[in-house]
Each structure stands twice: as C-alpha cells, then as structure tokens.
C-alpha cells in the first residue's frame, strides 16, 4: 500500500510539473512547441542525417496546418516528404515520469538509485528517438503503410516493453541484494 501511495505521490507531482511546463509553451502568443519536444526533433534529424537522408525541420508547424487547440508541434521532413509531427506527448517525457515514479517508489540504494534513474532515462530517450525516426522513415519510404499501426501498437508496445525491462532490472537486483544480506 504504501508503495502506490508513493507511487502516485510521485507521478501525480511530477506529471503537475510537466503539465505546467507544457501549458506555459501552449499558452504563448502564437504557441509554440516546447524546447524538449524540439531538441527531440532535431536529434531525430541528426539519426536520419547519418542514414542518408536529406533532412529538414519546420518549426511550429500548428501555425501552418490546422491543429487542435493548445496541440503545438514540429514537423521532421526526410527527402522533401513530411515524416512526422513530433507533439509534446511524443517526447517520451511522459514515460519517463512513469519510470521514476516506480523506481523511487519501489524503494532500494540511494546510490544505485543515482545512476539508474539517468541511465534508464538516457535508455527510454534512445528507444523513443528510434521509434519516431522508424516512424518517419515508414511514412517516407513506404507511402505510410501501416504508419497507424505501429504509431498505435507497435512501437508504443516496445516504448513500454523497455520500461517494465528496466523495472524488471530495478526490482531484480533489490530482491538479489535483499537475498544476498539475508532480509
């Protein structure tokens, strides 16, 4: 029990903060994507870049095409083609929140908590850059055939297939070292 109520202590207070952080972005005059979801955009570009293809960015995108209200954007084009908006809620932070939520909450070493919180982080990031640089790539390179499907299913399953790994990981070596001292 305490475990949830910790759980949710945490998630709920870090989701406030991000949730802050997103609005002051959407409330501008015009809106305009936030610098994370951005910094994003220009990483997947980079990867794409090393890939060969000829990339480009246009920044806050809502304001060219129709967007629904407080939904900001950047859109990544590959070889001349729209390959993806990236929208705050494809930044990974969000999952990110949810992986420091269980990781604080569950509880173990302070110390091993330093560097496996920054590690997991640094991992999630990777996994979502991939996923939205795979998902740019189908739309370019395959007219978007099953662009719906894997932006749905797939590669949301493998986002949160890394994260429970991580988990798995996390919870693995406190119950080993709980066993190891004898608890």
């Not at 932070?93 to 091993?112: D, E, P, R, T």
């Not at 662009?147 to 996390?170: D, M, P, S």
Request: charged fraction near 15%; charge should be negative.
């Amino acid at each position: 029990m305490f475990f949830l109520m910790r759980f949710f202590a945490v998630y709920l207070a870090l989701s406030w903060v991000y949730g802050r952080y997103i609005a002051h972005y959407d409330t501008l005059d015009p809106p305009r994507t936030d610098p994370f979801t951005r910094e994003v955009v220009y990483e997947v570009t980079r990867l794409a870049s090393w890939l060969g293809y000829e990339t480009d960015v246009k920044l806050d995108d809502h304001l060219i095409y129709p967007a629904a209200e407080e939904q900001t954007y950047d859109s990544i084009h590959l070889n001349g083609l729209i390959g993806v908006g990236v929208e705050e809620g494809c930044n990974g932070l969000s999952i990110m929140i949810l992986f420091v939520a269980f990781v604080l909450s569950f509880g173990g070493n302070a110390q091993q908590a330093a560097w496996f919180v920054p590690a997991g982080l640094v991992f999630i990031h990777l996994a979502n850059l991939g996923r939205i640089l795979f998902l740019a790539i189908l739309n370019v390179d395959f007219g978007g055939k099953h662009f719906h499907f894997f932006h749905k299913y797939g590669f949301t399953a493998v986002i949160y297939a890394a994260v429970f790994a991580l988990w798995f990981v996390w919870v693995q070596g406190i119950l080993n070292r709980r066993k190891s001292a004898g608890v």
